[in-house]
């Protein structure tokens, strides 16, 4: 089946909320929504809402396969365990490591990609994501305290030469003395920069923005936060134009209440639920290691062996914008924007994915009226369950 239409009861256009009508997808793209039945094969899908594909800005691994791991094929085996969960691009994302590490699977990354086969059915890769290694000891999270160091453009073109240009977005504590120059520079050759895992003050975040930081790392966690006499990390979220919030939406590592505030006062259209997940992501209860640390995934949470401190998530995009939406903090629309759209646009990755637009790969999601997933297509071919 190479052309068909979907009819469905809603659709998730660039333009807007579209009830009924007609979707075309011809060759594995898309083509254009109409309200008049085409002359094709109709694809029947009743009460169901269209959406574009998730899009997961800032995940570690999943289903036993991780960034650490070096493994080109494991990373492909993840991409199809993700796809089959609704996420239909990934930036596989570092941890903090040793620079020839970081190298090792920025190259690991590049390979996978390269390596897909034409009608590959898996979450694509638009790129990668540096969660460090330059942020500070504060709040290192779950980052290994080892590797900690200052920014330095020159680690950076080492990794970006063995990712054959693939990174999209790197982290940094703001605190740094070398950070505005090191944001400046990424910022003029169109690198996304995110801040995070830092304890700088207002007026420091503020300094990196001014020189071009757009993205928050998973907001409230890992930074200073809001308070009235500095707003700290947590303020500067909150309060820039123009920039993206990442937030894990498990409710766990933020509270539900603490979502809402954040989008009250930035706006859905400025933030990004994330996942943070770790390579065990979709496995069972137990012992892992996960950035060269011990791990314990229990109760749905995964943490730090011994400390009992957060060290990931084990979530998926698409519960993660559910949550949203039965916590009652957005609508199903602003949460599927959330998750395709806004994603997408936070990363500099919104020309290859995240929209349902003529000529763009036919990626995207079926969901039921709860929102729950009932199917996933890439390229316009349906995810097998298995």
């Known amino acids: 089946m190479s052309s068909y239409a979907l009819h469905a009861e809603k659709f998730v256009l660039p333009g807007g909320l579209v009830g009924g009508g007609y979707l075309t997808v011809s060759d594995g793209l898309f083509g254009t929504w109409s309200a008049?039945?085409?002359n094709c094969e109709?694809?029947?899908?009743?009460?169901?809402?269209?959406?574009?594909?998730?899009?997961d800005t800032h995940i570690h691994g999943f289903f036993g396969h991780a960034t650490t791991d070096r493994d080109p094929k494991g990373l492909n085996e993840a991409s199809i365990e993700l796809a089959r969960r609704g996420t239909t691009a990934w930036l596989p994302t570092t941890f903090t490591d040793s620079v020839e590490s970081i190298a090792a699977q920025c190259a690991a990354i590049a390979d996978a990609n390269d390596s897909r086969e034409k009608g590959f059915i898996g979450a694509r890769i638009p790129g990668i994501y540096l969660e460090g290694p330059f942020f500070t000891e504060k709040h290192k999270g779950a980052q290994n305290p080892a590797y900690l160091k200052a920014p330095s453009y020159e680690d950076f073109s080492l990794w970006q030469d063995s990712a054959r240009g693939l990174i999209v977005k790197s982290a940094l504590a703001a605190e740094?003395?070398?950070?505005?120059?090191?944001?400046?520079?990424?910022?003029?050759?169109?690198?996304v920069v995110a801040l995070g895992h830092s304890d700088a003050n207002f007026e420091e975040s503020i300094a990196a923005v001014n020189v071009g930081a757009t993205v928050?790392?998973?907001?409230?966690n890992g930074m200073s936060g809001l308070h009235h006499r500095d707003p700290g990390l947590v303020g500067c979220a909150m309060v820039t134009r123009d920039t993206y919030a990442e937030l894990i939406c498990d409710g766990r590592h933020?509270?539900?209440?603490?979502?809402?505030?954040?989008?009250?006062?930035?706006?859905?259209?400025?933030?990004?639920?994330?996942?943070?997940?770790?390579g065990c992501g979709g496995l069972p209860e137990g012992s892992y290691m996960s950035g060269g640390m011990p791990v314990?995934?229990?109760?749905?949470?995964?943490?730090?062996?011994?400390?009992?401190?957060?060290?990931?998530?084990?979530?998926?995009?698409a519960q993660g914008i559910k949550n949203m939406v039965d916590w009652g903090i957005v609508s199903a629309e602003q949460a599927i924007?959330?998750?395709s759209e806004v994603a997408a646009r936070s990363a500099g990755v919104e020309f290859g994915c995240g929209f349902i637009l003529?000529?763009?790969?036919?990626?995207?999601?079926i969901y039921a009226p709860d929102l729950s997933l009932r199917a996933t297509y890439i390229g316009g071919k349906p995810v097998p369950a298995e």
């Open 296 to 317: 314990v995934l229990k109760d749905g949470l995964c943490y730090l062996e011994g400390s009992g401190n957060i060290a990931g998530s084990i979530l998926t995009l």
């Open 42 to 55: 109709i694809v029947e899908l009743g009460d169901s809402w269209v959406g574009p594909g998730l899009v």
């Open 216 to 220: 928050f790392v998973h907001t409230y």
């Open 36 to 38: 008049e039945r085409p």
């Open 176 to 191: 740094y003395e070398e950070a505005l120059a090191y944001i400046a520079q990424l910022d003029s050759e169109g690198v």
């Open 358 to 365: 003529p000529d763009r790969d036919a990626d995207f999601n």
């Open 254 to 278: 933020v509270a539900p209440g603490a979502c809402a505030a954040l989008v009250r006062a930035k706006g859905w259209e400025h933030v990004v639920p994330v996942t943070d997940c770790l």
């Open 337 to 339: 924007r959330m998750g």
